[in-house]
C-alpha cells in the first residue's frame, strides 16, 4: 500500500511538473502578443491599454509563482514521498519561481515605461491647443508656397 502511495504522488507530481512548464509556454506567446502591440503603440489609449496589460501579465506570474512556492514548500515538507525524484522536483520548482519572479519583474518594468509615456502623450495633447480646419487649411498652404515667397513677391527686384 506504501509504495502505491508513493508512486501515485509522484505520478501527481509529474503532471504538476508538466502542466507548469505548459503554463510558462502560454506565457511567452501572450507576451509576444504584447510586445507587438507595444511596437505598434502611438497614442495615449495605445499606452494606456499596454500599462493595463503589463500589470495584469505581472500579477498572473506573480500568482504563478506563489503557487510554485506552495508545491515547493510541499516538496520540502514531504521529500520522503517523493525519493531521489524530490531533488529534482525541487530544483525544477524553484527554477520555475525565479522564471515567474523576472517576468513579473520585467512586465512590472514594461509597465512603468508605458505610463510615462502615456502620461507624456497625455500633457503634450493636453497642452497644445486645438487646431481647426481652416488653421491647417492655412498651415498646409504656407508649407506649400515656402516661407521666401511673399518676400519674392513684395520685393521682386532683390536677389537672394
Known amino acids: 500500500m506504501n509504495t502505491n502511495v508513493r508512486k501515485l504522488y509522484a505520478v501527481l507530481s509529474m503532471l504538476s511538473l508538466l502542466a507548469s512548464c505548459a503554463q510558462l509556454g502560454s506565457f511567452e506567446a501572450q507576451n509576444t502578443d504584447i510586445s507587438k502591440a507595444a511596437q505598434n503603440a502611438r497614442t495615449y489609449a495605445d499606452h494606456d491599454n499596454l500599462v493595463k496589460q503589463y500589470e495584469n501579465s505581472a500579477k498572473e506570474m506573480q500568482v504563478k509563482a506563489e503557487e510554485q512556492r506552495k508545491l515547493m514548500q510541499h516538496y520540502e515538507d514531504r521529500s520522503y514521498l517523493y525519493g531521489t525524484n524530490g531533488q529534482t522536483f525541487q530544483a525544477h520548482t524553484s527554477a520555475m519561481i525565479r522564471s515567474y519572479d523576472r517576468a513579473a519583474r520585467e512586465n512590472l518594468k514594461e509597465a512603468s515605461f508605458h505610463r510615462e509615456r502615456a502620461a507624456?502623450?497625455?500633457?503634450?495633447?493636453?497642452?497644445?491647443p486645438a487646431e481647426t480646419p481652416s488653421q491647417r487649411n492655412n498651415r498646409?498652404?504656407?508649407?506649400?508656397v515656402g516661407p521666401d515667397s511673399t518676400d519674392k513677391i513684395e520685393n521682386p527686384g532683390k536677389t537672394l
Open 120 to 128: 507624456e502623450l497625455a500633457k503634450r495633447d493636453y497642452a497644445a
Open 140 to 144: 498646409e498652404n504656407k508649407a506649400k
